[in-house]
C-alpha cells in the first residue's frame, strides 16, 4: 500500500508539473504572438513613414514616431527594410534609379565635372559614378555607401554657390554648375579626368551655340585658369 501511495503522489507531482509548464509555454506563447502583432503593426508604421516621405526616411524620423533604434536593426536583419546607408532607411532599393536615389540623399549637392558634363550631353560615355559637389565641411561619412557610387569633390563654401542652377535630368531635379562654371572647373581638375572626356567636353563647350563667354571668363578669373580658357578655348573662337 506504502508503494502505491508513493506512485501516486509521484503521478500526481509529475501531473502538476506537467501543467505547470504548459501554462507557462502558454503565457511564453501569447508574449510571443503579441510580440509578432506588435512587431507588424510597427513596421506598418515604419513603411507608412517611408512612404510619406518620398521613400526614403531618416533614423531620426522614426525615433520620432516612437519606434526603438533596435526594432529598426531587427527589421533590417530580417530583410523587411533595407539600409541604404548609415541613418537611412527605405524598402525595395530596386522601386529607384541611381538618380532618385542620389537626388534624395544629397540635396545640397551639385552635380559638377562628369556628371554636370553627362548631363549638358558634352560627354557621350556615362560616369562610372556621380560626380558631385558639396561643402568641404559636410561629414565625409555620408558618402559611405555602397550604391550608388557617389565620388564628392569637396569645395569651398564661398565658391559652392557660384554658377549654380537647377536641371531637370533623369527625370529627377538636381542642383548643377551651369555650362561655364563646369569647363573653368574642367580646366581646373584636368588631371583628374579621363583624357577622352576632357577633349570631348572642351570641343562640345566650343561647337555649343549656347555658349556665354563673357561668364566663361568670368568664372575663368575665380577659378584661376584663365590662360588655359585662352590657349585652349579662346584660339577656336
Given amino acids: 500500500g ?47 513613414c517611408i512612404d510619406e516621405n518620398g521613400g526614403i526616411v531618416k533614423k531620426e524620423q522614426l525615433s520620432d514616431l516612437g519606434i526603438d533604434y533596435r526594432r529598426i536593426l531587427d527589421f533590417v536583419d530580417r530583410k523587411e527594410i533595407i539600409r541604404i546607408k548609415n541613418g537611412y532607411y527605405t524598402y525595395g532599393v530596386d522601386r529607384f ?10 540635396p545640397d549637392g551639385l552635380l559638377c565635372m562628369e556628371s554636370a558634363l553627362y548631363a549638358y550631353g558634352y560627354i557621350s560615355r556615362k560616369p562610372y559614378g556621380f560626380t558631385i559637389a558639396v561643402d568641404k565641411n559636410t561629414s565625409k561619412s555620408r558618402f559611405k555607401l555602397d550604391y550608388p557610387k557617389v565620388i564628392p569633390y569637396y569645395t569651398e563654401p564661398e565658391s559652392l554657390k557660384i554658377g549654380a542652377t537647377s536641371i531637370n535630368y533623369a527625370g529627377c531635379q538636381f542642383q ?38 563673357s561668364a566663361l571668363m568670368e568664372y575663368a578669373r575665380d577659378r584661376k585658369v584663365v590662360k588655359k580658357v585662352q590657349s585652349l578655348i579662346g584660339v577656336w573662337l
Fill in 176 to 213: 548643377i554648375y551651369d555650362k561655364e562654371r563646369v569647363i573653368c572647373d574642367c580646366l581646373k581638375y584636368e588631371s583628374k579626368m579621363d583624357r577622352m572626356d576632357f577633349k570631348e567636353a572642351i570641343q562640345s563647350y566650343i561647337k555649343d551655340e549656347d555658349k556665354d563667354i
Fill in 2 to 48: 506504502e508503494n502505491l501511495s508513493l506512485l501516486d503522489m509521484y503521478n500526481k507531482s509529475l501531473l502538476e508539473a506537467i501543467y505547470a509548464i504548459y501554462e507557462v509555454n502558454k503565457i511564453l506563447y501569447k508574449d510571443k504572438d503579441r510580440d509578432i502583432l506588435n512587431a507588424e503593426k510597427i513596421l506598418e508604421k515604419v513603411i507608412q
Fill in 97 to 106: 534609379s541611381e538618380e532618385e536615389l542620389v537626388a534624395k540623399l544629397f
